[in-house]
Nanobody, 125 residues
Framework: QVQLVESGGGQVQAGGSLTLSCAASGRTLSSYRMGWFRQVPGKEREFVAAISLFGRNTEYADSVKGRFTISKSNAANTLYLQMNSLKPDDTAVYYC??????????????????WGQGTQVTVSS
């Protein structure tokens, strides 16, 4: 199985940028379809972005489309989330996740078998 560790979170002012990383170990990321999710206290975990096995196909939540970019480096065994034009509503704990199969909804957390511990992103107005 794969182990995932996020980094790159922090505090930033509205309009700023951050890049999150998700380092994988144990298995190569080319074996997994990957996703980023986020969660705020009292709310369900929310889909942010997803990427296919070799990075050719990506999907985004409407709320981040045009501002966030998901990418992966199978050579570095790392998943990334470039976040631009950040808004206070983007404040959350961000998680990377890996799923094995290709069926099911890429935007549903239940389809993902492996999760990182999360990294906090705080956007101030």
């Amino acid at each position: 199985q794969v182990q995932l560790v996020e980094s790159g979170g922090g505090q930033v002012q509205a309009g700023g940028s951050l890049t999150l990383s998700c380092a994988a170990s144990g298995r190569t990321l080319s074996s997994y379809r990957m996703g980023w999710f986020r969660q705020v206290p009292g709310k369900e975990r929310e889909f942010v972005a997803a990427i296919s096995l070799f990075g050719r196909n990506t999907e985004y939540a409407d709320s981040v489309k045009g501002r966030f970019t998901i990418s992966k480096s199978n050579a570095a065994n790392t998943l990334y989330l470039q976040m631009n034009s950040l808004k206070p509503d983007d404040t959350a704990v961000y998680y990377c996740a890996a799923r094995i199969g290709s069926s099911g909804a890429y935007y549903s957390p239940v389809e993902y078998a492996y999760w990182g511990q999360g990294t906090q992103v705080t956007v101030s107005s």
